[in-house]
């Protein structure tokens, strides 16, 4: 049984960090690429960030470059993402998955976690 599992989110004042990890199981983690997507009242959810199952390449949506970052640590089966000069506009649940056919889109990914909860207060 394949279980992602966020955690890290909270509440942060703009312009503050945050660290989320995302502990996958059930999975040969190292043969996905993994991807964060985030999700804001009443908006579709959408793509953050993507690295390859080695780590050596990384995606980013237009919105977070600069600011995000994402890692992952293979041999702890765990997805990471550091976000940092955070906007009220990154408040969202924020949601680890699993690449299928690709992973910028949802309808790509093969699995996904219950998401974490990222409020950023102006």
């Known amino acids: 049984q394949v279980q992602l599992v966020e955690s890290g989110g909270g509440l942060v004042q703009a312009g503050g960090s945050l660290r989320l990890s995302c502990a996958a199981s059930g999975l040969t983690f190292t043969t996905y690429t993994m991807a964060w997507f985030r999700q804001a009242p009443g908006k579709e959810r959408e793509f953050v960030a993507g690295?390859?199952?080695?780590?050596?390449?990384?995606y980013y949506a237009h919105s977070v470059k600069g600011r995000f970052t994402i890692s992952r640590d293979n041999a702890k089966n765990t997805l990471y993402l550091q976000l940092n000069s955070l906007k009220p506009e990154d408040t969202a649940v924020y949601y680890c998955?699993?690449?299928?056919?690709?992973?910028?889109?949802?309808?790509?990914?093969?699995?996904w976690g219950r998401g974490t909860q990222v409020t950023v207060s102006s």
């Open positions: 690295i390859s199952w080695s780590g050596s390449s990384t």
């Open positions: 998955a699993a690449g299928g056919h690709g992973f910028t889109l949802p309808t790509e990914c093969d699995y």
